[in-house]
């Protein structure tokens, strides 16, 4: 079974729109991590939010917000005021803390293209 | 401080041979994770290791693969008698403490295996 699913292959968002990258995870574990990261096409890996399972708030960073809904076993990645340099893939990523060992397990990904 | 290094960038072999792909982590970095991603993919899990642990293999494709990790630094993956879909992206990724927490996993550039 996927531990991470991202079912959206291609996005696309107008320029200065919010956008909502899809992710859901499967884990029995109590006590995991939630990740996103941004791949433009240079192939760098770049780091853009993280929410633990036992945080009670939904986390922030920028124009970046993680809508965890831990029942639903989803982290949907939020992106506000969409910027063209926001266009690339975009992964999520999952690492469990009691049977996965804590090793980070990523989604196939979402490419997201902003339109001008 | 230097970042996640890899060598080579790039490495073009016949099929049956061996390669070896270099990762050196940030020092200090008791994590360390390979991953491979075929063009325009997802990161398939091949290897983690934590600290003194013994290694996660889950993620091997077969018995061709494998990885050491000397002094809880530098890693080789090896690669036996490589197979053109073995061709890839070949990353590596080290986070300071490993467990469960919000540290992001820093990576390397890649090497870009290309198998003739």
């Known amino acids: 079974a996927q531990k991470i699913t991202q079912t959206q292959p291609g996005m696309f968002v107008q320029e200065k729109e919010a956008v909502t990258l899809d992710c859901t995870y499967d884990?029995?574990?109590?006590?995991?991590?939630l990740f996103w990261y941004k791949q433009p096409s240079s192939g760098e890996m770049i780091f853009l939010i993280y929410?633990?399972?036992?945080?009670?708030q939904n986390a922030t960073e920028g124009r970046y917000s993680l809508n965890f809904q831990k029942a639903r076993k989803s982290a949907n990645l939020v992106i506000s005021a969409s910027q063209l340099g926001d266009s690339a893939m975009y992964f999520c990523a999952m690492r469990e803390g009691d049977t996965g060992g804590f090793k980070t397990i990523f989604g196939a990904g979402t490419r997201l293209f902003v339109k001008a | 401080g230097a970042g996640v290094s890899q060598s080579p960038s790039n490495k073009v072999t016949e099929k049956g041979k061996d390669v070896e792909l270099r990762c050196d982590p940030i020092?200090?970095?008791?994590?360390l994770y390979w991953y491979r991603q075929s063009l325009g993919q997802g990161l398939e899990f091949l290897i983690y290791f934590q600290g003194n642990s013994a290694p996660d293999k889950s993620g091997l494709p077969s018995d061709r693969f494998s990885a050491e990790r000397t002094g809880g630094s530098v890693s080789t993956l090896t690669i036996q008698r490589t197979q053109q879909e073995d061709s890839a992206v070949y990353l590596c990724?080290?986070?300071?403490?490993?467990?469960?927490?919000?540290?992001?996993?820093?990576f390397g550039p890649g090497t870009r295996l290309t198998v003739l």
């Open positions: 990724a080290s986070n300071p403490l490993g467990g469960l927490r919000a540290d992001t996993q820093y």
């Open positions: 884990t029995s574990d109590q006590s995991y991590g």
């Open positions: 020092s200090g970095h008791t994590a």
């Open positions: 929410q633990g399972s036992y945080d009670e």
